[in-house]
């Protein structure tokens, strides 16, 4: 058991911790969750690895936001609202472009979004449908949505000649 | 067929239909021009979405990093970012056996540290009781002798003539100390520790051991070795007699043992060449050290007693001020010189002298040493030391001036002119001494 999470860690952590980054936006956020996503792997060792770390981690990230809510910090919103503003560690422009990514990942809703980045992290429907309590069949529109609204809220923003046409 | 919906178009790009449903969109998209170019589009919102996705790379180093694109040069007006601690690899703070292996490493790892820090210790403490003054070994001997690496004498020659079994105890404890310098200073200085202890030593079972070999060969036996041997054996005695253990010892051959105690201990010739060469290094360091006083002493005088006078410009680099070179123990001046010489000093018509001054009378052959003798010192144009003598004569005191030489009177004064330059050039110079 104790070889197989090991194993989950090195296969998935850099997965998980990418997912949480472009769910949060915050990379150190993202490193924490996702470590308390395999503490508790390990206190509850999963069937299905993959999605159950998944669910648990974006699990985590609603609860976290929920808290920071209530304590009226709004750290998520504030970061996923607030127009790039560069941080001082890292690159300007792949800051810059993943910011406005991120601000069109915010107009979406939460089951669009997950969706969306478990398909980025290489995700099949079944696992996606697993992961976020849906049908199968319902992924497919599901993503249908969050992709084009994406697309569209990222044009919005000004960044629409980027788009290849 | 109704048109194809969204979701539909989504889940064929991505792969997600089976093979009949795949059959029936092909054949819906080859009837339906509308759901073609909707698809063309669907294609391209998926293309655009994942690449929107995909351009959200972790910013830091990490595990994640490794699938970001190429650095890029930091920003101009931005230093760049020194490592934090989150730009480690991360921790999976994790209870299970892997755990237990590296705190089953780092036991080890520690026993090995506190077994290091255990033997420096203990080699301090014996290497500081062997240079502790009050040692018997050191104590009769002088520090020149004890500053070269000579080791004490545990081991005479006459010991390698002693029965067997004492050599082969002897030998287990000075096996290994031929290995390296550091074990061998180990060893050496247990020995010498060990010496003082076997005169109180209480029984052992180094000395139940030692029973079975002779007792006066036991007795010139470091307690030291005695115990080593025993400790070698000590499993052994247990369940085997005694004597058995003294023949396993005695198993080590004898040429060996005289072999490592000669190569280890240094023959009386060497020790006393020893001491000899450390004497003579250090009356050496003793003679230079004395010379480099004095010229320092020497040097620090002229500018010292200077009295009025100044030093010639190009004496300056010479490596022998002018005084020293012409021999003067104190620089004066005219009047000082005229009042020793008791009437004018003498002088050579026509050259400036660089300086005047009193030098031993021994100097002057047949010169009174009651009296002092003044020396004006000059330098010809090429260099060259001239110097005029000078000395008031007492009485009686003839000066023996034989036509032509260089030592001549005027008045009661004695005069000698001597210099680098030939004769002949002096008595020129002589000629208009006035």
Known sequence: MTADLTQLFEQYYGSLVRMLYRRTGDRDRAEDLAQETFARAVAAPPNNPRPWLFAVALNLVREDGRRNLRQGRRLELLRADAPPAPGPEEDFDRNEASAAVRAALATLNERDREALLLKAEGFNYQEIAATLGLSKGAVGTTLARARRRLVEAYRTEGRGKHVAS | ?434
């Open chain 2, 1 to 434: 067929m109704s048109h194809l919906d969204e979701g539909t178009l989504h889940a064929l790009l991505d792969g997600e239909l089976d093979l009949a449903e795949v059959r029936e969109v092909q054949k819906h998209l080859g009837s339906c021009v509308a759901c073609g170019s909707r698809l063309q589009e669907v294609k391209q919102v998926l293309a655009e979405a994942d690449r929107l996705v995909g351009a959200m790379e972790v910013p830091a180093a990490g595990p994640v990093r490794r699938q970001a694109e190429p650095p890029r040069s930091p920003p101009p007006f931005r230093p760049t970012r020194e490592p934090e601690v989150w730009d480690e690899p991360p921790v999976l703070l994790v209870p299970d056996p892997i755990d237990a292996n590296s705190r089953r490493k780092r036991w080890m790892r520690g026993l090995r540290w506190a077994a290091a820090i255990l033997i420096v210790v203990t080699g301090t403490k014996l290497a500081g009781n062997v240079l502790r003054p009050s040692h018997p070994v050191l104590s009769e001997r002088d520090l020149t002798s004890a500053t070269p690496a000579v080791p004490p004498t545990v081991v005479s020659p006459e010991e390698t003539r002693r029965p067997e079994s004492t050599l082969a105890t002897r030998n287990k404890a000075a096996r290994p100390v031929a290995r390296s310098p550091v074990q061998r200073a180990e060893a050496r200085a247990a020995q010498v520790v060990e010496e003082p202890a076997a005169d109180t030593g209480e029984p052992s079972v180094g000395q139940r051991l030692a029973d079975s070999v002779p007792a006066a060969a036991l007795d010139s036996v470091p307690e030291g070795a005695q115990q080593l041997a025993a400790d070698t054996y000590a499993t052994d005695s247990v369940s085997q007699p005694v004597g058995l253990a003294a023949e396993a010892a005695r198993d080590t051959t004898t040429t060996e043992a005289a072999r490592d105690a000669n190569a280890e201990q240094p023959s009386e010739a060497d020790l006393l060449a020893t001491r000899r060469a450390a004497a003579a290094a250090l009356e050496e360091l003793d003679r230079q050290r004395r010379r480099e006083r004095a010229n320092a002493a020497t040097a620090a005088l002229p500018p010292a007693t200077r009295p009025d006078v100044a030093a010639p410009a190009d004496a300056a680099p010479r490596p022998l001020t002018l005084e020293q070179r012409a021999q003067i123990y104190l620089r004066i001046g005219l009047d000082e010189a005229v009042k020793h010489l008791g009437g004018p000093v003498h002088v050579i018509e026509g050259m400036t002298p660089e300086l005047i001054g009193l030098t031993r009378a021994q100097l002057i052959p047949g010169s009174s040493s009651n009296r002092p003798v003044v020396r004006v010192v000059y330098l010809d144009t090429r260099g060259r030391l001239i110097l005029l003598d000078q000395q008031r004569m007492v009485g009686d005191q003839a000066p023996s001036s034989p036509a032509g030489s260089l030592r001549w009177s005027i008045g009661d004064v004695m005069l000698y002119l001597r210099g680098e330059p030939s004769p002949e050039v002096l008595r020129s110079l002589q000629a208009r001494v006035r």
